[in-house]
């Protein structure tokens, strides 16, 4: 087939997710992208750029697009020679958790909703993402004062498949040199954001450093315009224990960091899959990871009594 795929917001787990997809498929793919900023605006607009970018969308057998964007435009915009759509959820803006200033927007929650309802197919990143998306469009639509679309729910899950990301490991993860140290290295790789909970991180830190239990602390991970201040503060207290402080671009200095660590912990309050956690496990970190979120989906069953801890939330 010759298919479509439209990211709005080409970045992070969205563009590894679209350069696996393109680079992997069987089927010839064309990739469309926006940069991954004003998230608000391309769910808005996104459609609009989209529509002026593909001159001829009837060559297309497939187009398959992403939660930022609003598909009922697109769909309106693309008149009706429009192929078979397909949207793929790495998050959505029901559950996705409000930060410390934020307020809830339900037109951007009903965004997701109309779009879902519009697409041919729907495939979510993991069963614990599609199963908040659908408690909290339930909870949504109960709002509505009159004339409540409550069929929707049926339709959504009728439609929906839950579709793992891939992720990518290349053979040379099993001979990156682990050059010994002696303490144990803890790994942060997860974006510098509130969704992460890094106070709750530094907190148990505090109280490692306190009693005299040695570790060594690289912290990696992708950053935004606002790094959460609980970071800077780290920096400073922790300075004798970071070995690597900040994002890294090459990915394979990223991944010599993931090969000599000891440990990858996460206290996140959003995590629909977790790509950072299984890149760390897959080089050799113990995870240490919060009974919450989709973790114990995608952690085997077996091992979950030593490495998923109960959460305060």
Known sequence: MKILFLEPFFGGSH???ALGFAAHS????????????FWKWRMQGASLYFINQIKNLSQYDLIFTTDMMNLTDFIALGGRNLPPIVMYFHENQLSYPIGPNGKRDSRLGFTNII??????????????HFAAFLDEARTLIKQVPDARPEWMMEALEK??????????FGSSHFTLEKKPLDRPLIIWNHRWDYD???????????????????????????????????????KEIFKEEILVYGYLESREEYLSW??????????????????SVVEAVRHGCFPFLPDRLSYPEIMPQKFHDKIIYKSRA
């Open 15 to 17: 563009k590894d997710f």
């Open 26 to 37: 069987s089927h010839d793919v064309d990739l469309v992208t926006l940069p991954d900023c």
């Open 115 to 128: 779009s879902a309802v519009a697409g041919d197919g729907l495939f979510f990143n993991s069963n614990y």
């Open 159 to 168: 439609k929906t498949r839950v579709l793992y990301p891939g992720c990518r």
């Open 196 to 234: 992460k909970k890094p106070e709750d991180f530094f907190n148990v830190l505090r109280v490692l450093k306190k009693k005299g239990i040695g570790f060594y602390l690289a912290l990696l991970g992708e950053q935004y315009k606002i790094v959460p201040r609980v970071f800077k503060e780290a």
């Open 258 to 275: 993931l090969a000599r660590g000891s440990v990858v912990v996460s206290t996140a309050i959003q995590e629909n899959f977790g790509i």
